[in-house]
């Protein structure tokens, strides 16, 4: 059974600073996703990462794939209050008939 | 473009009613999904349609029911609510299977008294 690991769960950035949100996951994938979810709104995709090596870039987010490690990291440079919000990472197993396993979701809030 | 639909939006049960969520989506996606949303868990499947014609269970399907209606819509069902399904349920759609891209709904908070 495909289990996906976030850590932090819960992380109080200070803005300016840099910080890294990890995903690890028990099995081989075929993909991973990360989504931002705004408190009391939906799940909005930021980035799908694909093969290893993957890296992915968008505003102040970058998240990368180590497939090897299992691992996937989502960095954080000079956080803003407008990143507060809840990140998940959801892997997309091998095998898996198309069904996305979520990690338990990391709350960021961002502080002056 | 409206994406996914879902409603209500909100919900208020007594244990034992019965209730159906419906979910439509206008993006001529074939695959489907119902997830719960609780806090610390993340997001957890409880069915999925594959396609027209399908459906499938997923990882905590018991007390629910769903039916696929079309191509555009799959609504979930609770036949006898329980205070465990106080939740927010999201339906989402992907074009196919195995992209496992999904789109989102805005979600429904359920709570079950």
């Known amino acids: 059974e495909l289990k996906v690991e976030q850590n932090p769960l819960f992380l109080s950035m200070q803005e300016g600073k840099n910080y890294t949100i990890y995903c690890n996951y028990s099995t081989t994938s075929d993909r991973l996703y990360w989504y931002r979810q705004d408190p009391g709104k939906s799940l909005e995709s930021l980035f799908v990462?694909?093969?290893?090596?993957a890296v992915k870039q968008e505003g102040r987010l970058m998240a990368s794939l180590d497939t090897k490690a299992r691992l996937s990291t989502l960095h954080i440079t000079a956080a803003v209050h407008d990143l507060s919000a809840t990140y998940f990472c959801?892997?997309?197993?091998?095998?898996?008939?198309?069904?996305?396993?979520f990690g338990a979701g990391t709350q960021v809030v961002v502080t002056p | 473009n409206a994406g996914v639909t879902q409603t209500p939006k909100f919900q208020v049960l007594k244990t034992g009613q019965s209730m159906t969520l419906q979910c439509a989506q206008d993006?001529?996606?074939?695959?489907m999904y119902w997830y719960r949303q609780d806090p610390g868990m993340g997001l957890r499947l409880i069915y999925y349609?594959?396609?027209?014609?399908?459906?499938d269970k997923g990882e905590v399907p018991n007390g629910y029911n769903v039916s696929r209606l079309n191509k555009r819509e799959f609504s979930l069902r609770l036949e006898s609510a329980a205070p465990s399904q106080t939740s927010v349920y999201f339906c989402?759609?992907?074009?196919?299977?195995?992209?496992?891209?999904?789109?989102f709904g805005e979600g429904s908070r359920l709570t079950v008294l």
């Open positions: 993006m001529n996606h074939n695959s």
């Open positions: 349609s594959a396609s027209e014609g399908t459906t």
């Open positions: 989402a759609s992907s074009k196919n299977r195995g992209t496992g891209e999904l789109f």
């Open positions: 959801a892997v997309l197993a091998t095998d898996s008939w198309g069904k996305l396993q």
């Open positions: 990462l694909l093969s290893n090596g």
